[in-house]
Structure formats: C-alpha cells, structure tokens
C-alpha cells in the first residue's frame, strides 16, 4: 500500500494522524453515546432478528384471545350480578359492611404493591445490561427512568382495577367505584414510588415495615366489616362520608406520590449494579417458570430468594423415631418460619366477610380458595419431597407414608381453622341463611378439607415434561400437561364444594374430599410405577442371569 493509504488506516485505529517527523497530534477525545442512541441501537439488534412481528403472534394465538375475552366478559357479567345481589340487603349493617370493605382492599393493594417491590427492586436490571450497558460512562438515570415509569404504570393499573372490582361488588355506586378506583391506584403508585425512592438510598427497612403496618390495616378493616355485621358496634358511614373519605385518600396519595417520585428520580444514579441485577435475574426466573406455567417452580424461586436474603439460620436436633421425626421435623419447619400461621390466621376472616356481606352461599367456595393459597406454604416438607425422588427413596418408607407424614402438621393446623369458621356457617349477619350446628361443623370440615387437598394437589405436582411427545396447537406446539397445570388445585376446590353451593348435603363434599385424598397421598403415581417396572426388570434380567448360569454349571457337571 501507499503512504496515504497507511496512514489513513494508522489513523482509523488509533485515532490520530502523524505529521510526519516533526510532531504528533494530541488524541480525539472518545465520543460518548447518550442513553437514547443506546437503547435505539439495541431496539435495532431486537427488530432485527425478530422472525414475526406482534401481530402475527396474536393472530396465531387468536384461540387463546377469544378464550380471554369470553372469560373477561364472564367475569364483568359475574360483577354486575353479585352487585345486584349485595345491593338488596338494605339494612345499616349491610350499609356500613360495604363502605368499609374498600377501605380494606386500599389497605391490602397497598400492602401487595410494597412486598411486591421489595421483592424485585422495583427498579431492575437484566443480567446482560449489567454486564455492558450499566458499565458505560452514561447517566444510570437515563437508563433507569423507563423502568421506574413502568413499574408505576403496573402499580396504577392493578390499583385500579382492585379498586373498582372491590368497590363494584360490594354495591357501590359510580361516583364511589370511581373514586376509590383512583385513589387505590395512587396509592399503589406513591409505594413503589416510595419504594424505589428506598432502593436508591440501599435501604428497605422502612417499605417491610410500611408493608406490614398495610398489612394489618387491611385485616384490621376486615375484622370491622365483621363487627359491624355481627353486630358489636356501629360506625353510621353514609354514601357522601365514603366519598369524602375517599377523596381524601386520593389528596394524600397524590402528595406522598409527589414526594417520593422526586426522591426516587433523584436517586436513580446511585442504585447500585448488584441491586439491579439480582431483580432483573428473578424476574427472569419467574418469567421462565410462567412461560412453563410451573407456578409451584415460580414460588420455588421467590423461597430460594429469600433463604438466601436470611443467610443462615441455628440448626436444632430432632426428635422420634422413624416417621415421627418426619412429623418433628414439620413442627420445627413451622416454628422457624411462623409467617404461614399469620397468613392462615387472616383467612378466617374470608367466611366471616362473605356472611357479613350477605354471600353466605359462596362462602364455602371462597373460603376454601383462600385456604388452598394459605396452605401452599405449609407444605414446605411435602414439596421437597415429591420433587425430589433421590431423597425420598433415601427413606425407609413408601411414598404414601412420607405424603402422610409430611402433611399431618399441616393437616392439624387446618383443623383448628376449621373450627374456628364453624360460627361463619350458623350465620350471624343480617340476611345469611342460618343452618343448624351439626350441618354447619361438617360445612366447615369439608371446606378445609377443600382447601388442603387443594393445596397438596398444586404443590407435589409435576412439572410439564418437554421430552414427551407434543400436541400441536394454532398457537404451537405444547406439551401434553402444560395448560392443566393452570387449574391444578382450584379443580379440587370447586369439585369438593359444588355440592354445597348448590344447596346439597355437605356429606356429599366430604366423600369427595375422602376420593381425592385416596388418589392425591398414595404412592402409585406415574414416576413409581416406572421406579417399580425398572427394579421389577432388573429383578428379572438378575434371575434368567441366575437360572442361565445355573443350566450351564449343570451341564458341565453331565460332561
């Protein structure tokens, strides 16, 4: 090549020019890309080597858009309908019962919203943009502010919708579902902002505390509605004092959300990488088991999260023999991490509510779909070991025996909280249909038991087996157990208490309760019986083996 060509080539890779002999131009300084041209560098890398666009993935899962649709326009009809229903019971208590309830579910949207963010950041990065990205000498504002806005609009919308739905079922009027709707939605709002504001300080103490005080103001409300249905006290709210109320509600949030979004922007830059990555990497993992509808591997993963947030805990010696140190081992699960007992403990206000608000022939259903979401977290023991088949066949027993064994703490604890729902049957509130004591225990009995087998059935399921052969669908190929993994539980739930929504003897929910308990904590399930032919094939390859050698010695014995 020539001398120009040279050093032109010499300049391209070094960034400056000689003057020949006599000097050397100082360096360019590097040009620095803003956060804008790096993130539209990386929608061109992601458009780029996109196969389809938006479109044709909904128009290949048009099935499944219809089904949303139908069920979405479903549910809006069930809305209206027990609106209707709630609105005839006219007396003060069913009055006051309603205004307060909104009051709860502001409370527990709130609550949810906190945990949730603490949980993810909310403020988060992926893995692969805090390898790179995050490096770049850019404003780490920049590139963090889209999140923050998405994480508020996420808060906004399920606020809303909370509110709305909450308000709307329990008979409120347009003026009260607009303005509860609103200011549950900013609330949501101002505590992820609060929450983000948190994050950028690298605290979270005061968003545990903020959700657990949310938390108890949400069951405290709760406990209110049954009170004033029960009778123990009055409160004499009118529909313009819950409006008032609720406009309140909306200044304040408004103002705390203000505040804290000021804090949170300013605070973006000092969030640091392993913060944001290790959100970004759960939500990740999250993601995956959804997209696998492995809901019992998504809780997996926020239970591994949080053991690794503990650390460490003190180890404690066991007790009895055999299966019984199975059951101690239960009992001490349970000391250690007492927080399921809390959980459990808030549902018993669920039959209570429902009497309170008149829906006393719902009650069984809803509170047995809110012990089966209770109880998941008591099966922590049952989990481990029908996921785990190397160490259940480390034990001395069958599989029926550790199921049993795994869920008899489980099974005690929800038979106090059955007794405890039993008054919620005999009906205490204006307009609940009362029923006599004995018919009431087995109403709450089968309810439980709804509950627990619901519970157990969702946790030791499997997961979808990918090697299996696929059925073809229009929006692809799945497998064969994927899309049931998505009512696993609730099919027990609805199963077992249907006879009871449908004014039948509750004996007839507690058989089905005894046929499911027979089919869930047995031992004869898929993965068995394949251990069993494979040993039982072994056992039969070792003997022709035997008799084979055994023909052969014979043989030369004759000789």
Request: charged residues 15%; contains cysteine; glycine residues 8%.
């Amino acid at each position: 090549m020539d001398g120009a060509a040279g050093d032109d080539e010499f300049a391209d890779y070094t960034g400056h020019h000689d003057a020949g002999f006599e000097g050397v131009e100082e360096p360019a300084q590097p040009v620095i890309p803003s956060a804008a041209e790096l993130k539209r560098q990386i929608n061109d890398w992601r458009r780029g080597r996109a196969t389809r666009n938006l479109w044709e993935a909904f128009s290949d899962a048009y099935i499944a858009v219809i089904a949303a649709l139908m069920i979405g326009g479903a549910l809006v009809n069930v809305v209206f309908r027990a609106q209707r229903v709630v609105a005839q019971c006219t007396s003060e208590a069913c009055l006051s019962a309603r205004t307060v309830l909104p009051w709860a579910a502001f409370a527990l949207a709130v609550a949810l919203a906190l945990a949730v963010s603490r949980l993810f950041g909310p403020v988060l990065a992926s893995a692969a943009e805090g390898f790179w990205l995050l490096d770049t000498p850019v404003r780490r504002a920049r590139l963090l502010g889209p999140r923050l806005v998405a994480a508020l609009v996420v808060a906004l919308v399920v606020g809303a919708l909370v509110g709305a739905a909450v308000t709307a079922l329990t008979g409120g009027s347009v003026l009260a579902i607009a303005v509860w709707s609103s200011g549950t939605a900013l609330a949501a709002m101002a505590a992820v902002s609060c929450a983000a504001a948190q994050q950028g300080g690298e605290r979270d103490r005061m968003t545990q505390i903020a959700g657990y005080l949310f938390w108890v103001l949400g069951l405290a409300a709760l406990v209110t509605v049954i009170g004033i249905a029960a009778g123990w006290f009055s409160l004499g709210l009118s529909a313009d004092l819950d409006a008032e109320i609720g406009l309140a509600v909306v200044a304040v949030a408004a103002v705390i959300l203000a505040v804290s979004l000021v804090l949170a922007v300013l605070r973006l830059g000092r969030i640091r990488r392993v913060r944001l990555v290790s959100g970004g990497a759960l939500v990740k993992g999250i993601s995956g088991a959804f997209f696998a509808l492995d809901f019992g591997l998504a809780r997996d993963i926020v239970v591994a999260r949080r053991a690794v947030a503990v650390g460490q805990v003190t180890p404690r010696r066991g007790h009895g023999l055999g299966r019984q140190a199975l059951v101690w081992r239960e009992w001490q699960r349970l000391r250690r991490f007492p927080q399921p007992l809390f959980v459990l403990a808030a549902t018993l206000i669920v039959p209570y509510a429902c009497d309170a608000l008149g829906m006393s022939t719902l009650t069984p259903v809803v509170a047995a779909l809110a012990l089966f979401g209770a109880s998941i977290q008591l099966l922590g023991g049952l989990r481990v070991l029908t996921r785990t088949g190397g160490l259940a066949r480390c034990l001395p027993f069958s599989l029926a025996q550790l199921k049993i064994s795994a869920v008899t703490v489980p099974a005690i604890v929800v038979a106090i909280w059955a007794v405890l729902t039993v008054p919620a049957y005999l009906g205490f509130g204006d307009g609940a249909a009362t029923h006599p004591a004995s018919e009431a225990g087995l109403m709450a009995i089968a309810t439980a038991a709804a509950g627990l087998l619901a519970a157990i059935r969702w946790t030791q399921a499997k997961g979808p087996d990918f090697s299996a052969p696929m059925i073809s669908t229009p929006s692809g190929a799945f497998p064969p157990g994927l899309m049931s993994n998505v009512f696993r539980g609730f099919d027990v739930c609805l199963i077992a208490t249907a006879p009871m929504l449908l004014g039948f003897s509750p004996m007839w929910s507690l058989a089905i309760c005894a046929i499911a308990a027979l089919i869930l904590l047995n031992s004869m399930d898929a993965e068995s019986l394949r251990a069993r032919q494979a040993e039982q094939q072994k056992e039969l390859e070792r003997a022709k083996k035997q008799r084979a050698a055994a023909a052969a010695t014979e043989r030369q014995r004759k000789r």
